[in-house]
């Protein structure tokens, strides 16, 4: 069975940095499409960042520079580092997984249970 | 930017009866050298993740009752409930995975009239 668990969020100061950590299981991360997705009342769904199993990354524009995902092979388990936050970065974020097989973008198959991200001084 | 837009924002709908949401692409999001639509539903309860429901617009995910179902192409697509159930009742997400950045409708709440 696959499951994601999330851990790391809090109330974090503007500029401050913060990691969001994910441990899988039930399936090899290194080996599957995996994404952060953060979510607000304001602007919904937000897919930030995407990471390969061969290793190249994708990042929404609003993060580009700021955030970086990851993964530790050895933990299984993701990592999204956020460096510069800012207030808009509060958010509620997910870690998912997308199917095996499919196009460069995907739908996402199975979600984290979120963890709360709150910038603010 | 892919633009998707849901309707209604919100619904109310009695026990039993049909449930219908719209979702609308600012463009198309059919491959046709696959003949697929990119288009995936979910359901989201509160306090909990997205879950979901239907991909390639029209196929349900393992688990999924067959009450809910999926439908349309190019830009217009349609997720309903055949027989709404107190179980059903969320707010429920359209997302295209056509183009980059994917992109999500802004949901819309389904509850018990």
């Known amino acids: 069975e696959v499951q994601l668990v999330q851990s790391g969020g809090g109330l974090i100061p503007p500029g401050g940095s913060l990691r969001l950590s994910c441990a899988a299981s039930g399936f090899t991360v290194s080996s599957n499409y995996m994404s952060w997705v953060r979510q607000t009342p304001g602007k919904g769904l937000e897919c930030v960042s995407i990471l390969y199993s061969g290793g190249s990354t994708l990042y929404a524009d609003s993060v580009r520079g700021r955030f970086t995902i990851s993964r530790d092979n050895s933990k299984n388990t993701l990592y999204l580092q956020m460096n510069n936050l800012r207030a808009e970065d509060t958010a509620v974020y997910y870690c998912?997984?997308?199917?095996?097989?499919?196009?460069?973008?995907?739908?996402?198959?199975?979600w984290g249970q979120g963890t709360l991200v709150t910038v603010s001084s | 930017d892919i633009v998707m837009t849901q309707s209604p924002d919100s619904l109310a709908v009695s026990l039993g009866e049909r449930a219908t949401i719209n979702c609308k692409s600012s463009?198309?999001?059919?491959?046709?050298?696959?003949?697929?639509?990119?288009l995936a539903w979910y359901q989201q309860k509160p306090g909990q993740p997205p879950k979901l429901l239907i991909y390639w617009a029209s196929t349900r995910e393992s688990g999924v009752p067959d009450r809910f179902s999926g439908s349309g192409s190019g830009t217009d697509f349609t997720l309903t409930i055949s027989s709404l159930q107190a179980a059903d009742v969320a707010i429920y997400y359209c997302q295209q995975h056509y183009s980059t950045p994917v992109t999500f409708g802004g949901g819309t709440k389904v509850e018990i009239k």
């Open positions: 998912t997984k997308s199917p095996v097989n499919g196009t460069t973008l995907r739908y996402f198959q199975h």
């Open positions: 463009q198309s999001i059919l491959y046709r050298a696959s003949n697929k639509n990119y």
